[in-house]
């Protein structure tokens, strides 16, 4: 009966177009006013400062300042000059830039939506320009935008290690083989449709050679010096997340000055946009947060736990159950709500399955950015709508292999786990 309730509350009160954040919050002080005799609004106030003044959660607003400071330069501009020459060669040509922006991009974004936008703004006028298929343009900047969740520093990763208690560098390194595995295959099927069907592509005459390859380098050479320089930190353990992500924001502060981008306009514009996103991020924390315990004291995860249970599902058929769900879910919420208000569910399943908490963040996300191209609350198909005015039917059809590519990887993830392990081991 508990467990009905909250889902109905928290399906009418996102229906009617609350806030997410408030409506998770809504739902906990109506289930909690019901169902038990405590002091709602001493409980709520409590939860929320815990869940929001946690230390690790220092990484945050920094590593969304150093997104907003560098998408307000010419990075996408010179991500896609730099990048240029290096492409003439390849099946899909200049296609393959969507792929290789968002992965550079995502290095330094932690964003899904911000490594869309960036990249997208300049590539998919210039490649239509130059005539290349839109519909493969579209669909790869959508699948390949999804890396931003994934790709460390992740934002997304950041708070599955404050929720489930996992090193945050260990979520960062699981990330990195993951991610350069899936931009190699949307790739590959890039260049596999284009190599069936040349007609995708414009076929140029156009020779580079090796001089003016390696000039071109300078262009993103500095965004390369900084990924290096926030993953590297880490890594050797010369920095925390938290400091790494002040070494981000001094780097891209530092990009911005060089290329002669800081003004007051464009800092302004930084600072506020890393303000409305800590803000959304914020409340949809701290109130899923509160949800979460109030289903704890409702003793909600212990009887979906015992159901699940019951059901004596293997440890492969119960990822397979988890990945059908939050895609559905994914349908309806977007992926930092997804996760922050199943993970208190799914995390012990997981764990009793024996599968180890780092390797499940890395599924999670995978499964979260199927969600991001699942319409009809898909972020990044939103923002490539916003780029391109096309009608999001339209973009989620040509996203629809990028969908596929990312659910296989997402079961090969599940047989071989070594692929998001192995890089947390070795430290």
Not at 62 to 84: A, P
Not at 220 to 231: E, G, H, R, T, Y
Not at 394 to 412: D, E, N, Q, R, T
Request: with cysteine.
């Amino acid at each position: 009966m508990s467990l009905s309730l909250v889902v109905f509350l928290l399906i009418l009160l996102l229906g009617a177009g609350v806030w997410v954040g408030l409506a998770l919050l809504g739902t906990g002080a109506i289930a909690l006013s019901i169902f038990r005799d405590l002091p709602v609004i001493k409980l709520m106030g409590f939860e929320l400062w815990q869940s929001l003044n946690s230390p690790e959660l220092v990484a945050l607003p920094m590593f969304v300042l150093m997104g907003e400071v560098l998408f307000h330069t010419r990075l996408s501009r010179d991500l896609f000059e730099g990048l240029k020459p290096w492409m003439n060669r390849i099946p899909g040509g200049l296609m393959h830039i969507n792929v290789i922006g968002c992965t550079l991009f995502a290095a330094v974004s932690g964003s899904s939506a911000a490594t869309t936008a960036t990249v997208g703004r300049m590539t998919l006028k210039e490649l239509e320009v130059q005539g290349y298929d839109k519909n493969l343009s579209i669909g790869s900047l959508c699948g390949a935008g999804t890396l931003g969740f994934l790709i460390p520093p992740s934002i997304i990763l950041i708070l599955y290690g404050v929720l489930a208690e996992v090193s945050i560098l260990d979520l960062f390194l699981a990330g990195i083989i993951p991610g350069l595995c899936l931009a190699f295959l949307y790739m590959a099927y890039i260049g596999i449709q284009v190599y069936r069907n040349p007609a995708l592509s414009p076929q140029t005459s156009t020779t580079v050679n090796w001089s003016e390859r390696f000039k071109s380098l300078k262009l993103f050479l500095p965004l390369i010096l900084l990924i290096i320089a926030v993953l590297g930190s880490m890594y050797v353990g010369f920095a925390s997340p938290s400091e790494a992500a002040v070494i981000g924001v001094v780097g891209a502060l530092t990009i911005a000055f060089i290329q002669g981008e800081i003004n007051k306009t464009s800092m302004a514009e930084a600072f506020k946009g890393t303000v409305k996103t800590i803000s959304m991020i914020g409340l949809i924390v701290g109130g899923a947060l509160f949800l979460s315990k109030v289903m704890a004291y409702l003793y909600l995860p212990e009887t979906l736990g015992n159901f699940i249970n019951s059901l004596e599902l293997s440890p492969f058929s119960l990822i397979l159950l988890l990945l059908v769900v939050y895609v559905a879910l994914g349908t309806i919420l977007d992926g930092l709500s997804l996760i922050i208000m199943t993970l208190p569910i799914t995390l012990p399943l997981i764990i009793g399955a024996g599968y180890d908490p780092v390797w499940f963040a890395i599924f999670l996300v995978i499964s979260v950015e199927m969600a991001q191209i699942t319409p009809p609350v898909g972020f990044n198909l939103f923002v490539v709508k916003n780029l391109t005015g096309e009608p999001i039917g339209k973009i989620a059809k040509a996203s629809f292999p990028f969908f596929l590519i990312l659910g296989g990887f997402a079961l090969l993830l599940a047989l071989i786990p070594e692929i998001a392990t192995y890089l947390p081991s070795t430290r």
